[in-house]
């Protein structure tokens, strides 16, 4: 899915934080798989990104669907994604309600990056360059 | 502080996420106040931005330094910042250990929007309009 809450929580050890609502199709492959794959795209993806986060993968190939070629993980069960420029593997260490939402706690355990697509970065003065 | 690890974390009850090293001024803060306020910055404060995150403000006067103005929040004591396009003043529901941080959960009781400042939006291309 396109996850929008998905944040860092620690640096040593490396914990990963995705938010995701109970309706969702995800917090159901979460909770059973006890692990994720926070997925990061470049700008040129927006239009697969849009495609996942409009869609359900309940009936959807979702994968099919936007595009984007599905990888097998090294160290966890849920798939990466190729196109993407970096892949964090990570392992549920804890699953706390907040609200009307999930937080799922990850352990990164493993990290691929991939040298694709388009890099921005902010400069000094604030302007995004790499566009 | 500039805090890059600040997130949603449900949308009803309206809950957002700080997590913040124990080694950091604006933890001791936090535990002591009970409540915090998220301050979002257009581009044009990135210098502000960067100073208030290089330094600490337990022996400087931070708003001084990065020429931000302390405003009085309506509903919590931590001050919000009158440069700043949005302030969502937060009181604290639960703190949390997870690794080297404190994850802060706060529940939002008041927001102000201010009319400055550009607004950057990402258009269907994946372009980036208002720079």
């Known amino acids: 899915m396109t996850a929008a809450w998905c944040f860092p929580l620690s640096a ?24 994720f794959v926070i997925n990061i795209p ?8 849009r495609t996942c986060g409009e869609k359900t993968g309940k ?4 994968f099919g669907l936007a ?6 993980s090294e160290k966890v069960a849920a798939p990466s994604i ?5 892949s ?8 706390k309600e907040t609200g009307d939402h999930v937080l799922f706690v990850g352990e990164a355990v ?3 990056k991939r040298k694709i697509g388009k890099k921005i970065i902010q400069d000094e003065r604030g302007e995004l360059r790499g566009l």
């Open 12 to 35: 040593d050890p490396p914990l990963f934080g995705v938010s995701i609502s109970r309706k969702r199709f995800s917090h159901n492959l979460i909770e059973k798989s006890k692990d």
């Open 42 to 49: 470049g700008p040129e993806l927006l239009g697969a990104v």
């Open 59 to 62: 009936d959807t190939d979702k």
């Open 67 to 72: 595009k984007l070629t599905k990888e097998h």
């Open 82 to 86: 190729a196109e993407c420029q970096t």
């Open 88 to 95: 964090i593997e990570c392992k549920v260490v804890e699953a």
């Open 110 to 112: 493993n990290i691929k």
